[in-house]
């Protein structure tokens, strides 16, 4: 009967997604096939290590090396990951012979240093391969001796992580194995001739960045301190030229060398701070705070509260050394619209750096490339053809005018910084509510300042508005529309990934964790109230309801995909919230158990060393149910038996609801039994 039912479900599942019929019958035999028990629950296990002794370069000394081979798409994590930033980064105990010397530290290769989206935050992992080797003196050990130990590691893909894992390793002192038979390989190093896979990513990474840097640069013409510069500079070139085709030269000149000071200014910052500035930008919380601050003030300086400016006697060294003529006096001349234009420049440019941050010298050479591109053209183009000079609208209040949308939408980006610091500090001071609010406010200034609604001091007043600048605020009203439901639970999707993750967030008055199982949220929100087996168990028995449990994480992506688009479907609200305990057991929680109730358990090969929450309920799901990748859900009744199958993840809510509604039959039917 229950395999019939299973054919059952799994044939409307299949008719859901539009299957031709040729194929229907076909498939739906191999699916119930691989939803038996052998196939549909199996363990992950990505990660394949192997622990010997090889001869070392070193004279008399042997290197103990640690190799961790991943499937595709896995990574582990470096031993320099700071834990504050989420995963756990990878350990190694050694306990050595009696008289071995004990090794400093164990080495590891140059990891990749790029954003994780488990963590939101740029890290160092291992993919392909994780390596790690120390170098000991093993001269008076005995052939009894051995070499043992712990070693912990944590590994994701870029949709889930499974919990960390310690695994307990034991080998002969005297098994020493030539040298000529050790890996000799450093990932994510490549031969020349194999860059291609390695580097695509990071080329597509540049390309965004470049073209923020572009589009930063052309905001910036837009400004009152650069764009009065552009006629004034062609007329220069051409006025001062014998030649069009000097003029066309000069002006090339001038542009080249704006490029070259913008793009020469991002390689000295990250040259002054280390390779690592850009990392250390978007990773470390307490820099967070200060970049928060640090755009706070640009944004005030762009909205007239004061000016930011250089020494001028900088820009009346460089204006006298412009009158030298020559390429020396053209580069001067570019330095010189560098030093003026500060004020509206550099808070762009500060922005533009911070906004750049992946860890490499080529993040802020190519966001600094397009910002002195886009800063350059408009000079090149004019001197070429100068006859388009007369197409520009003439300077004026409209000017003031973008600088103040543009500190308006700096100081909105500022707080960014201030939730990434939160988000990494666990404070709870910048939750996805207030975030919300703060851009919604933010929009809804920069519209009603458009509209002509209210004015600073600096402005000239204008009788009517025109019809770009109406668009433009009509355009922000409705951004700040569109925000505003993000303030009780509304996904806002336009903005995915920007504010703090919705698990982040006040609602229920903590980070994540429920304190309310209402059915008035059955339109569409869900929160579990339990987060312990045994609370979920004595609910479930008191309302007469199953126990559906949630294995999630913290750091689990598609964990919280299904629950911003697939449990906010209002029926799956309505059976997660009416129907059933939801049991909410997070596998990375780190909190420390009582220590009486530290163990050390076996199942399927590894070992599991429960001394923490998300231990125990990451090794109640390999041992009870087989798998250990989240989300994956369970339903269970008064005796605690799995019914109904499980669950794991998939966006379409029609798959969800289909299990959700046999395993409550099945526990209807066993309640009726």
Partial sequence: MIANEQLSLWLKVFAMKSLKPAFFSALSLVILFLSSPVFWCQMEDPANWSVDLYESEEEGKVDL????????TWKVYSQKVDPMQGPVPTYFEISLPEGVEKPSEVNECDPIVEYDPNFMVNLMFFKKVGYYWTTLDLSGVSATDSISGVYTYMVCNDEMCLPPTDIDYKISATEIKPASKRPRYCPPKRPEGDKESEEEGEEERLIWIFIMGFGIGLAALFTPCVFPMIPMTVSFFTKTSKTKAEGIRNA????????????????????????????????????????FLLLMIFGASFLGAFEIQLPQSWANKADKASDRGGIIGIFFMAAT??????????????GALAGAATGSFAAPTAVMLGFSIALALPFMFFSAFPGYLNSLPSSGGWLNNVKVVLGLVEIGFAFKFLS???????????????FIAIWVAVCLAIAIYLFGWITLSHDTKVERIGVFRFSVGLI?????????PGMWGAPVNLISGFPPPTFYSEWSGTSHGATSNDSSHAGGHVEALYRDYDEGMAAAIEEGKPMLLDFTGWACVNCRKMEEQVWTDSRVAQILNEDVVLVSLYVDDRTELPEDEWRKEDYGGKEFNIKTIGKKWSYMQASKYNRNAQPFYVMVDHDGNQIGGSAGYDSNPEVFIDYLKYALSMFKKIQIN
């Fill in 65 to 72: 090396v640690f190799e961790c081979k991943l499937d595709p």
């Fill in 252 to 291: 090339l000149l001038y542009g080249f060398f704006i490029i070259f000071i913008y793009t020469g200014l991002g390689l000295t910052l990250t040259a002054m701070f280390g390779v690592d500035v850009m990392n250390v930008i978007s990773t470390d919380p307490y820099f967070n705070v200060f970049l």
């Fill in 337 to 350: 619209l560098a030093i003026v234009s500060f004020s509206c420049t550099g808070p762009l440019v500060g």
């Fill in 420 to 434: 990434n610091a939160d988000l990494v500090l666990q404070l709870g001071l910048l939750q996805r509510e207030l």
């Fill in 476 to 484: 922000f009203l409705t951004l700040s529309i569109y925000l505003l």
